[in-house]
T-cell receptor
Framework: DVKVTQSSRYLVKRTGEKVFLECVQD?????MFWYRQDPGLGLRLIYF???????EKGDIPEGYSVSREKKERFSLILESASTNQTSMYLC?????????????FGDGTRLSIL | GQNIDQPTEMTATEGAIVQINCTYQ??????LFWYQQHAGEAPTFLSY????GLEEKGRFSSFLSRSKGYSYLLLKELQMKDSASYLC??????????????FGKGTKLSVKP
């Protein structure tokens, strides 16, 4: 079974802090994704990566950056956290570009910015 | 533009059948996924359709009509544990936008005794 592990289930940070959310997958997947999920808005794509050291902006990249130094790890960085970044953050991975294989999700990190 | 529509909420009775509809308008199409998400948990994959027709997997079936931009998820013999949100997601055309998924806002299904 595919395992996508996010470093924290719950996280509380303060406005202005730099926040790191970590995600690791164990199935040698090429693709990795970061989403946020908010009530009434559904899942929205922040950033994605199709290969090591590769990153591309999704639909809502403002205020975020990412890092993919190793194939199995994809980090989301909030450069200077703000209260409107309070959300559920979900990491996902999938086999390779264009594949019919589904995305597999981690358990999510519920982030609160005070 | 890109748009995926599904009902916000539905209620059904234990043991019954429920159909959750999804309509989509996207720039290209390369498959449709259904996910189940229990409250506070990760979405889990249920089904995938890329050709027209019905895909059956146990109590769950998914149907696709590409010409109508329409899909539905059919849940039979409903159980209390089926209470969850159901997410419809369309894969964009590979090559045009790398085949990312566009998600609907989800349908919250409540199963009552």
């Amino acid at each position: 079974d595919v395992k996508v592990t996010q470093s924290s289930r719950y996280l509380v940070k303060r406005t202005g802090e730099k926040v790191f959310l970590e995600c690791v997958q164990d199935m040698d997947h090429e693709n990795m994704f970061w989403y946020r999920q908010d009530p009434g808005l559904g899942l929205r794509l922040i950033y994605f990566s199709y290969d090591v050291k590769m990153k591309e902006k999704g639909d809502i990249p403002e205020g975020y950056s990412v890092s993919r130094e190793k194939k199995e790890r994809f980090s989301l960085i909030l450069e200077s956290a703000s209260t409107n970044q309070t959300s559920m953050y979900l990491c996902a991975s999938s086999l390779h570009r264009g594949s019919h294989q589904p995305q597999h999700f981690g358990d999510g990190t519920r982030l609160s910015i005070l | 533009g890109q748009n995926i529509d599904q009902p916000t909420e539905m209620t059904a009775t234990e043991g019954a059948i429920v159909q959750i509809n999804c309509t989509y308008q996207t720039s290209g199409f390369n498959g449709l996924f259904w996910y189940q998400q229990h409250a506070g948990e990760a979405p889990t994959f249920l089904s995938y359709n890329v050709l027209d027709g019905l895909e059956e997997k146990g109590r769950f079936s998914s149907f696709l009509s590409r010409s109508k931009g329409y899909s539905y998820l059919l849940l039979k013999e409903l159980q209390m544990k089926d209470s969850a949100s159901y997410l419809c997601a369309v894969r964009e055309q590979y090559g045009g936008s790398q085949g990312n998924l566009i998600f609907g806002k989800g349908t919250k299904l409540s199963v009552k005794p």
